[in-house]
């Protein structure tokens, strides 16, 4: 699970290299500390931070800064991270703009420059406020988040072919989830690019077709060798089957799937008349033992190809497109 993140902000480059110093000694084992030298270019780090789905624990920020001053760069920031602390770095003259935006922006604490020694003057600040934000902290999901409309066809295809690949994802309905919105805002992205699917990495795909969403994960999509010895057309349950047998008798063996494993059984919600399993089992659980056992032999190989790939009906002209060696 990722550290919070203390951001620090001052574009004063030795009071930032001390605070920075200062606050990493103290919470480098428990927070990441990171820093920018201005408000702009840690605004747009705070966007990065979002998509990654990275919580903020606290901003510590200078009120003076030019083009953009802390009270500004904070109002901005909590539109991302409404439950971050943040305290303001001000200088015995800015007093009564510490003031002020205890009004404006709700700060938590303001402190003062210097603040030597940080045992006395720092760290006692700083452990209050995050005792206060952990006391309400959740963790957030790490994973692929997908964030459409509920009854849009194309999202419900994403949904589908991400729990179909037991990939972990977490639904974001724009109509009633305000981070849905929030992460359309920060993205850039309107409602004609829903669905958004949004990466562990901040990199996201605006309305994108399945086969782009199993290349970005890093699922196969091209097979690895020129030649193999079987290929099977189909990841449900008897190309599965088919993939095991021809493993286990010493052929080098390629499964291509263009939607997710399991085929049409994998959709079942329950499966009681299959072979070896008495009590049923959902299409699903059948699905993910199958491609288990699959991959588990060292000669097989599973490649997802989209519709436009290997055809509809198949089409064994472009199926020989994706793997070179395939005699129609």
């Known amino acids: 699970m990722a550290k919070p993140v203390i951001w620090t902000v001052d574009d004063d480059p030795d009071v930032l290299r001390a605070v920075e110093r200062d606050l990493r000694r103290h919470y480098g084992d428990r927070y990441r500390v990171i820093s920018a030298d201005s408000g702009i270019s840690a605004l747009e780090a705070t966007k990065q931070l979002k998509l990654r789905n990275e919580p903020i624990a606290l901003f510590l920020v200078d009120q003076r800064m030019p083009r953009m001053s802390g009270v500004e760069f904070l109002e901005k920031a909590i539109e991302l991270y409404p439950d971050a602390k943040r305290a303001l770095l001000t200088a015995y003259a800015d007093t009564d703009a510490a003031i002020r935006a205890i009004n404006e922006v709700h700060i938590d604490h303001y402190l003062m420059k210097p603040w030597d020694p940080p045992e006395e003057r720092l760290y006692g600040v700083v452990d209050d406020m995050l005792d206060d934000w952990q006391a309400s902290y959740h963790p957030t999901f790490e994973g692929v988040r997908v964030i459409g409309n509920q009854w849009s066809p194309h999202s419900s295809e994403v949904r589908d072919f991400l729990g179909r690949n037991f ?136 490649l997802m190809a989209s519709t436009g790939v290997i055809g509809q009906p198949l089409d064994w002209e472009k199926i020989a497109a994706v793997v070179p060696s395939l005699i129609k």
């Open 167 to 302: 990939v972990p994802h977490q639904w974001l309905n724009v109509e009633t989830d305000e981070e849905a919105k929030k992460l359309l805002t920060t993205t850039g992205a309107d409602a004609s690019s829903l669905p958004l699917v949004v990466f562990p990495d901040g990199s996201f795909l605006s309305n994108p077709p399945t086969f782009e969403v199993a290349r970005k994960l890093g699922l196969k999509t091209k097979a690895e060798f020129p030649f193999y010895d079987l290929v099977v057309v189909g990841a449900g349950p008897s190309g599965l089957a088919a993939a095991v047998y021809g493993a286990a008798d010493g052929l080098h063996t390629l499964l291509i799937e263009r939607e997710a494993p399991g085929g049409q059984a994998g959709l079942s919600s329950r499966i009681e008349n299959y072979l070896g399993f008495p009590t049923g089992l959902s299409g699903n659980d059948l699905a993910r033992r199958a491609v288990a056992q699959a991959l588990g032999c060292p000669r097989n190989e599973v």
